[in-house]
């Protein structure tokens, strides 16, 4: 099982950036898909997730700000990222679990400038 997290970058405060998930030796739509993220000197947290079938849920810190989705034909998993903050700022990876396997992705950094 192979994930690519990918979009990440430098935005200022107020901007948008989607993240992308591309899963590969999965039966993807069969399986929840987290985003978590790092920031630095501080503990992964969860920050989104979806269900196989499509229900979602978020942290506290970014309802409304943010919206995952999934695209199962492409088995990939976005992260839309709006009225970004500086503290949005961290590593984001996503996550499969599978029985007791916990799959992440190599993570894509978002910088968030005031």
């Known amino acids: 099982v192979q994930l690519q997290a990918s979009g990440g970058g430098a935005m200022q405060a107020g901007g948008s950036l989607r993240l992308s998930c591309a899963a590969s030796?999965?039966?993807?739509?069969?399986?929840?898909v987290d985003w978590y993220r790092q920031a630095p000197g501080k503990q992964r947290e969860l920050v989104a997730g979806?269900?196989?079938?499509?229900?979602?849920h978020y942290a506290d810190s970014v309802k409304g700000r943010f919206s995952i989705s999934r695209d199962n034909p492409k088995n990939t998993v976005y992260l839309q990222m709006n009225t970004l903050k500086p503290e949005d700022t961290a590593v984001y990876y996503c996550?499969?679990?599978?029985?007791?396997?916990?799959?992440w992705g190599q993570g894509t950094l978002v910088t968030v400038s005031s």
């Open positions: 030796g999965i039966v993807f739509s069969a399986y929840p």
């Open positions: 996550n499969i679990n599978r029985g007791s396997y916990a799959y």
């Open positions: 979806i269900t196989s079938g499509g229900s979602t």
